[in-house]
Structures are given as structure tokens and as C-alpha cells.
């Protein structure tokens, strides 16, 4: 791309009087916008021709990294294929048009796709209902945890400010408990990566709230000792929280209801197929067993005979409407066209995509902790420590042969952690190409390590100083002019 001709900024390209546009002559008489409403002076928009504005966002459009790029194992985020009938669905003008005050009566169609899909994610999850309500999963989180707390009020047990998170968890877990209002226990791993039931057991109490858990865990290891960990927790008196984020490799094989969960979420962004990155968009359904469903937050579509209308008989809400409904349609397009059978397929085909990956490359790179993985797993970085070159390294290297990268430093169980989630869709062919190349930056970083520790070299710029970029970031044109001042 010619960066002089086309530009980094739009405002870069711009020339005082050039145009892009101009309105037609107005044939209807004299209607000036009053003088008091007009601004004062003309707002400061870049002033260019159609042609450099459409080559500018094209060209800059070609330096995004998506799935239909490329192979994208970012774990934990579950970056797989969004089928193209999501996107026709949610373009659909009968859908799309729609707007959240119409009358009940005009959007039938759209209320049966909310209360559908709350039925599929109960019967796929073993929960008794949902809220489609929450726009992420960290926002599931919150919600959860505040149907938690509200099912301990009720009960007048007003001592539960605690919430037990495993060392391995997600960052959003604690945050949301703070955020909650309620206080954070942490319980640690074993060596082996599992929930440590022994340091758990002194932390139970009758000031215990609910424990969060994640499961495959951050590690992509099953937690084989769940019917224990529900049992103990139950028998304090606290409620065990699912993080869904995972749900990925359990569909079709068991489900979180049947484990001993009580309220869990769903990211429909990664399980559900509907595409994500940069932050967003995304829908965070939180499920509950059989007797919270009081708790859940308003609205929520029900249904008498074949008639569906909004209900807001709860106190509660988390957000307005009902949730981010072209998210709810692709995720409920997804399992309909996946269908009752195929689904089944899901959670195994990611495992071993996963484990076969894993298999291939524990050669070149350290498992710290071997055995069956699920969907996802993490190696320390590479074998042979003497080279220096790190994680961050490998990562940066991978972008030049057209890879994105693993999710690295994450979780923070091991110094070089990088974590590798396949996800069901990929073929054989790609699989092999990417531990080809994988093998190939072990092989550089013996042979050649300056090469992969100044990598990248074949993308549009090269480092950039992450701490810089997150404790000083420049958003606005303005802000970039000023700060070169
Ligand atoms: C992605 C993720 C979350 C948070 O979900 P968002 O939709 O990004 O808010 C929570 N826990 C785990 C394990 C995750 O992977």
C-alpha cells in the first residue's frame, strides 16, 4: 500500500476546499437552518475527493486480521468461524429495520428468535432459563453475580460478601465480584492445574456468596473434581458460578447444569459463532437452575398460545431492551443451521484439533503440564530456554508468516505462557501449516535468534510500545497534533 499517496491518517489527505460531496440544488424554497442553531464555526472534518476517502478505509480495511484472513488461535477467545448465513439473517430488512418500541404485534418474528434461543441455550446448558439481556460476558458476570446476591438477600443471609475465584481465572472474574461489591478469595491451582480442593476447603463459610469457576479452566483441563467442589460449596451455603467462556468443548458432551451449577454465563461471541474482536460486539446470556428464575432481570419475552409479548415483571435490569438482538440472531441462526445432531460434533472436533496441535509441537515447545487438554492448552514458551528469545517473540514472528497470534502472558500460572486454541473449524491442512511454522521459529530462534527477536519485519509497522499505548493513548486527531506541539 502507498502510504504517501493514501496515508496514515484522513485528515493527512486533506486540502482546504476539496470536496467529496455536494448536496443537490434545492428546488423546494428557502429553508435556512435558524441562526441560533447553526454552529459557529465549520466543524473540523478532513476535506477530501470520494476517490482518496474510499482507497484510504479500503486499504486500511486490508490491514485488519480477521478469521476470514487467516488461522487465529487467540485462546480463550474462541475465534471461530462465523458462517455467512449469521450475516444474511441479521441483514434481513424485516430484522434489521426493527426498532425496540414497535408494537408487540409487528415483531412477533423477532420475540419467538429471543425466546428460541433462551430455550436452546437452557436445554444445551441444563439451566432452567436465561436472560439475553447482558452484551458480554464479563457483563454476564456482573448480572450473575447479582442474581446471586439478590438470592441471598432474599433470604435475609446478609453475611455472603465473599466470592472464591481460582488463581486461574479469567481477569474479568475478580473484577466483576469488585465490582459486584463483593470481596475477592482467591483458592489456588495444583500442580497439575486443577482447582486445589484442599486449599479450598478452609475457605468455605457462612460468609461465602458463590465461587466462580471455569470449566475446561483457563488451562483447557477439565475439572474432574466438580461433583466434590459442588457438593463443598453447596454445603456451605454459597451458589457455584459457570463462567461460560469455555463452553466451546463441552457442547454436545455434558452440561454445566448437570455438574451442579446454579448460574452460569454464555458468550455468544465465541461458542455461538457471531464474530468478535477488538472488543466487540458481543451478548452475555447468564442461565440459572431450576428456582432462581425470580432473579433473573426484566425484560424478558414470554409466551401464552402462539403469542409472544415483553415482560417486566422484575425489578431488575442490567440493560435496556432485550440484549444485543443481531448478536441473539446469529447465535441462534448458528444453532439452527448446526441443528440438534451436528452440534454434538462441536466440543469433540475442538478437542482434537486442540489436542493434535498440542501433540505436534511439545517438541519445540515446554507443556508444563501434559495430558488430555479440551479445547485449548498453554506452553511456556519454547523448550530450550538458552536462546532468549521469548513468548513475546514467537508471537511477533508468527505475524510474518500471516498467523495471528497465540493469546500469550495469559494465564499468569507460567512466566511464557501462550495458549492455543484451534477451535473446531480448521482443517488438517491448516493445522499442519501452522506447526510448520511453528517448528520453523523454534528452528530460527536456535539458528538465528536476532531474527525472531526483532521480528516483525513483513508487517505495516513493526513493536509498538504496548504501555505507552495503554497508560497514554492518542484517540483524536487534535490530541496528535497537540502532542507533537
Ligand atoms: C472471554 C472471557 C471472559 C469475558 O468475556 P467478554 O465477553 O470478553 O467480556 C471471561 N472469562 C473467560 C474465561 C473468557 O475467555
Known sequence: MNRTLYGNLIFELSHPGRRGYSLPKNNFGHHEVPAEERRQADAALPECDEMTVVRHYTNHSGNNFGVDNGFYPLGSCTMKYNPYINEEMANLPDFAALHPQQPEDTVQGALAVEYN???????LTGMSDFTLNPFAGAHGELTGLMIIRSYHQARHDDKRIKVIVPDSAHGTNPASAAVCGLEVVEVKSTPDGLVDVEDLKPLLGDDIAAMMMTNPNTLGLFEKDIPEIAKLVHGC???????????????????????????????????????????????????????????????????????????????????????????????????????KENIKMVGPLATLTANYVKECLKDAYELP????????????????????????????????????????????????????????????????GFIDVMHRIAKEAAEQPELVKTAPHNAPISRVDDVLAAKHPIVTYKQLINDND
Open 237 to 339: 451455603g454459597a451458589l457455584l458460578y459457570y463462567d461460560g467462556a469455555n463452553l466451546n468443548p463441552l457442547l454436545g458432551v455434558c452440561r454445566p447444569g448437570d455438574m451442579g451449577f446454579d448460574v452460569m454465563h454464555v458468550n455468544l461471541h465465541k461458542t455461538f459463532s457471531t464474530p468478535h474482536g477488538g472488543g466487540g460486539p458481543g451478548a452475555g446470556p447468564v442461565g440459572v437452575r431450576k428456582g432462581l428464575e425470580e432473579f433473573l432481570p426484566s425484560p424478558h419475552v414470554v409466551k401464552e398460545g402462539d403469542r409472544y409479548s415483553v415482560c417486566y415483571d422484575h425489578a431488575c435490569h442490567v440493560g435496556a431492551y432485550l440484549g444485543n438482538f443481531g448478536v441473539i440472531l446469529r447465535a441462534y441462526t448458528y444453532i439452527l443451521s448446526l441443528g
Open 369 to 432: 503440564i501434559g495430558g488430555l487438554c479440551k479445547h485449548e492448552f498453554v506452553f511456556n514458551g519454547l523448550r530450550d530456554k538458552s536462546t532468549g528469545v521469548t513468548t513475546m517473540d514467537v508471537a511477533k514472528r508468527l505475524l510474518d508468516y500471516g498467523y495471528h497470534a497465540p493469546t500469550i502472558y495469559f494465564p499468569l500460572l507460567f512466566h511464557e505462557a501462550m495458549m492455543i486454541e484451534p477451535t473446531e473449524n480448521e482443517s488438517k491442512d491448516t493445522l499442519d
Open 117 to 123: 434461543l433462551r430455550q436452546s441455550l437452557a436445554e
